[in-house]
């Protein structure tokens, strides 16, 4: 699959071809270079620090550590390798070191400049988007963060098929795994040195269905990983643009309007029951501290 390239420009995107944005959101996904100054090094930190115990570890980065514990933070997911830690915006700020905070900001506003750019190239007018996005396009909504590790002792799927279930999502990886579900065939996505991934959900999917240019959510999985003798376990993280936990979701017609066609609820309890058929059925419906609707990538 060749993706779409692009890079921030100002407080607009950038792309390679004049019609770069548009083939983007009818691929499902686009590459993003890392904007100048972008430090990953403590998203990198986290993942493979969160899951281990407190004292398990040297005391710099202690603050990393310990999540497991965390109730509504900290996810097993008993059927695929992948544990992650899924926290909001409010959660981020209580929990997280300074540094770490600033980095999951940074690329929680490249969501946003992604939204933004979107609804713009699709003629959606702009008196409409704070309303059908919850909020979300003006730094409300539900801003999730989520660290990946997958644990390469588990001969099982890294992570389960699904589509994001929010607007915008910004990956950052390093190793192979991550594959798309393109013509009816498994494709890999592989990582490009520099580069996030940045694929929509199916919140912009549903948004965008009505028009003559919907925004397609890409189906997206992680095979197992099984990282070469003496390497580490594979890890991800990314950002996550997302209308509110509860409310509606909408859609915008051909003539320019918009309405309310499906209750946040509805739609989250779906997403958990066919993707992870696990304990967490409430997974972003239930409020708790941190608690996330974020996705794995």
Not at 107 to 115: A, K, M, Q, R
Not at 122 to 149: C, K, M, P, Q, Y
Not at 162 to 189: C, M, Q, R, S
């Amino acid at each position: 699959m060749t993706l779409q390239r692009a890079s921030v420009r100002g407080t607009g995107l950038a792309f390679g071809t004049e019609d770069g944005l548009s083939k983007a959101l009818a691929d499902g996904c686009f590459l993003l270079a890392v904007p100048a100054g972008f430090d990953p090094g403590p998203g990198i930190t986290l993942c493979r620090e969160f899951y281990r115990a407190p004292e398990d570890g040297p005391e710099a980065t202690r603050p990393y550590r310990g999540f497991r514990a965390l109730e509504g933070v900290y996810f097993d997911r008993e059927h695929f390798q992948t544990e992650h830690v899924l926290i909001d915006g409010p959660g981020r700020r209580r929990r997280f070191p300074p540094e770490l905070i600033a980095m999951t900001e940074r690329i929680s506003e490249l969501t946003l400049l992604v939204l933004r750019c979107a609804m713009a190239d699709l003629g959606i007018a702009t008196h409409l988007w704070s309303e059908i996005t919850g909020g979300a396009v003006d730094g409300r909504g539900t801003h999730w963060f989520a660290a990946n590790h997958y644990r390469s002792d588990r001969a099982q799927l890294g992570c389960a098929p699904h589509k994001d279930t929010g607007f915008v999502t910004v990956l950052y990886n390093e190793e192979p795994g991550l594959e798309a579900f393109v013509n009816d065939v498994w494709v890999p996505i592989d990582p490009v040195s520099g580069h996030f991934v940045v694929n929509f959900g199916g919140a912009f999917e549903l948004l965008t269905a009505a028009l003559s240019r919907p925004v397609h959510a890409i189906l997206h999985r992680v095979r197992q990983c099984t990282p070469e003798p003496g390497a580490a376990d594979r890890f991800s993280f990314a950002a996550f643009a997302n209308p509110p936990a509860t409310g509606n979701l909408y859609q915008v017609r051909r003539d320019g309007s918009a309405a309310a066609v499906r209750s946040s609820e509805d739609f989250l309890r779906e997403f958990n029951e066919h993707t992870w058929s696990d304990r967490h059925t409430d997974f972003g419906i239930a409020r708790s501290v941190g608690a996330g609707r974020g996705e794995p990538s």
